[in-house]
């Protein structure tokens, strides 16, 4: 199975090139086109329990689709919002994700839901990370640009929450509310906000998702 990324005037597809009896996940929506036959089937990733959870706390879709081919074929994706993909290798460890920037994986990956901490009802985010664990390939992606982030020993990087994508699941950090008072919290118009510590890799976009549908909301209530 052969992975490519290919440029387009707002983004980048993400194509699948299949051999007969190949098969991969894809996150439901994603599929632009399907050169060939092939079977798909619905399926709960994780059991009833892990897909409810990724659900209820992290805004995730309840199912995943399988795809299988029935002979030689190419697989179109791409992400809701215009952006760039980049795939995570797995081996036998395992990665927190941002919400909805999982696209698809191959191999035994298993998608479930990581608790996000008690700091998650103070600062009134999800409550759910996407959790991606086993051995395989998983691909996300970022809105408009995806980069990541080598967080020397002894470095500090501060993120906003709505532009992370991913990092190993044993990364610590921090998940506050920008600003010292409550004035600089509300007309300073920043968020909630990500502190990292080195050494780390962090997977983040330069467009907020939030953001972007907070600004188009606006012209929607004209």
């Known amino acids: 199975m052969k992975f490519n990324k290919k440029k ?7 194509s699948v090139e299949m051999k007969k009896g190949e098969d991969f996940y894809v996150e439901p929506g994603a599929i632009i086109s399907v050169n060939g036959d092939f079977e798909m089937k619905s399926e709960l990733s994780g059991g009833l ?3 409810a959870m990724r659900m209820i706390g992290g805004g995730e879709n309840l199912f995943i689709n399988h795809i299988k081919a029935k002979e030689d ?3 179109q994706l791409a992400s809701v919002i215009p952006g760039e993909f980049c795939d995570i290798d797995l081996d036998d460890d395992a990665y927190i994700l941002g919400d909805g920037v999982y696209i698809c994986h191959e191999g035994d ?3 479930s839901s990581k608790w996000g901490g008690l700091s998650a009802f103070t600062t009134g985010s999800g409550l759910m990370f996407l959790h991606i664990s086993g051995k395989g390939k998983v691909f996300v992606n970022g809105a408009e640009a995806l980069f990541v982030k080598e967080v020397k020993q002894g470095e500090t990087f501060y993120l906003d929450n709505s532009c992370f994508v991913g990092c190993r699941d044993d990364v610590k950090f921090d998940k506050f509310l920008a600003g010292n008072n409550f004035l600089s919290k509300v007309v300073g ?3 909630i906000m990500l502190k990292f510590k080195g050494p780390c890799k962090v997977y983040y976009q ?3 998702p939030s953001g972007l549908a907070g600004a188009l909301f606006k012209y ?3």
């Open 8 to 14: 387009t005037t707002i983004g980048e597809i993400l």
């Open 49 to 51: 329990g892990a897909s």
């Open 73 to 75: 074929i190419e697989v």
């Open 109 to 111: 990956v298993k998608v």
């Open 189 to 191: 118009r920043e968020g």
């Open 206 to 208: 330069t467009e907020s």
């Open 220 to 222: 929607f209530k004209k």
